[in-house]
């Protein structure tokens, strides 16, 4: 009995010192919210442009790296056709290279 009487005495003073910090938490949660709300969108548009260079950049170096890669093979079948076409026309008598190559200059009379 004695206890309930405390408690009915000291609840409600407890209950009215909580009040107004809950009540000064919540009027200031809502502009803290926001400002963390804020933080967090213009971090996240530093991140996403990081990001955006990072992948751009990426496949760009990607691209020169595959050029790099494919240019061997290519050089390659160039000379050994080139080869193939001097050997077949070294069996076949036909003159090799651009037929303007082969053509002899005009000589021009004085």
Same mark, same amino acid.
């Given at each position: 009995?004695?206890?309930?009487?405390?408690?009915?005495?000291?609840?409600?003073?407890?209950?009215?010192?909580?009040? %107004?910090?809950?009540?000064?938490?919540?009027?200031?949660?809502?502009?803290?919210?926001?400002?963390?709300?804020?933080?967090?969108?213009?971090?996240? $548009?530093?991140?996403?442009?990081?990001? $955006?260079? %990072? %992948?751009?950049?990426?496949?760009?170096?990607?691209?020169?790296?595959?050029?790099?890669?494919?240019?061997?093979?290519?050089?390659?079948?160039?000379?050994?056709?080139?080869?193939?076409?001097?050997?077949?026309?070294?069996?076949?008598?036909?003159?090799?290279?651009?037929?303007?190559?082969?053509?002899?200059?005009?000589?021009?009379?004085?």
């Amino acid at each position: 009995m004695v206890g309930q009487a405390v408690l009915g005495f000291i609840l409600p003073w407890i209950l009215a010192m909580i009040a %107004v910090p809950l009540e000064m938490l919540v009027e200031s949660g809502r502009q803290v919210i926001g400002q963390a709300f804020a933080f967090a969108i213009g971090a996240g $548009g530093i991140l996403f442009r990081v990001a $955006g260079h %990072v %992948v751009r950049y990426s496949v760009a170096v990607l691209t020169h790296a595959y050029d790099i890669y494919i240019i061997l093979p290519l050089h390659l079948e160039r000379l050994v056709s080139r080869r193939a076409a001097d050997a077949s026309n070294a069996v076949f008598g036909t003159p090799t290279g651009n037929s303007a190559e082969r053509t002899v200059p005009m000589k021009v009379p004085r």
